[in-house]
């Protein structure tokens, strides 16, 4: 349900989660591998969980508890998945603040051999883009990408 080949960091169209009315009954529900989530809810980021995910026409649905917003119904709800308001939480960083961009150096520490400075079975650091553990980073046309976050960050 993550597709973190298209999640890019900095990417946030600044809308909120679509919810869905429970209009579903009877749809079949399906487990969650990765329930921690981010969702964009009344302008900011909340952190999240998802219950299950439902089939729906054209994508899935998630139902999904959230802190309490003033104004809404309450801290449940079924939500359209959505890569732009819907992001797996590996980091205790919201999506607005992950960073695009990471110096030569920095870059230099998650990569060994070649100028970079990461010793052979040395762990990596955090992600430059979003803080979250990395168990893998590459550097690709001028940026570098971490695992399992998947976002890619600029080498300036
Ligand atoms: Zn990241």
């Given at each position: 349900?993550?597709?973190?080949?298209?999640?890019?960091?900095?990417?946030?169209?600044?809308?909120?989660?679509?919810?869905?009315?429970l209009a579903v009954h009877g749809a079949t529900r399906h487990p969650v591998q990765n329930p921690a989530i981010w969702i964009r809810l009344?302008?900011?980021?909340?952190?999240?969980?998802?219950?299950?995910?439902?089939?729906?026409?054209?994508?899935?649905?998630?139902?999904?508890?959230?802190?309490?917003?003033?104004?809404?119904s309450g801290p449940w709800g079924l939500y359209a998945y959505d890569p732009a308001t819907i992001r797996q939480r590996l980091s205790h960083l919201p999506p607005d603040q992950w960073r695009r961009t990471c110096s030569a150096e920095t870059a230099a520490a998650y990569q060994w051999g070649r100028g970079g400075t990461r010793k052979w079975g040395e762990p990596l650091p955090p992600a430059p883009c979003c803080s979250a553990a990395v168990s893998q980073a590459y550097v690709v046309e001028g940026a570098l990408v971490c695992l399992p976050c998947g976002h890619s960050t600029t080498i300036t």
């Open positions: 349900m993550f597709d973190h080949g298209v999640m890019d960091a900095g990417m946030d169209a600044g809308r909120d989660a679509i919810e869905t009315p009344a302008g900011a980021w909340r952190p999240a969980l998802i219950d299950h995910w439902r089939p729906a026409p054209g994508g899935w649905l998630a139902w999904i508890h959230h802190p309490t917003i003033p104004g809404r």
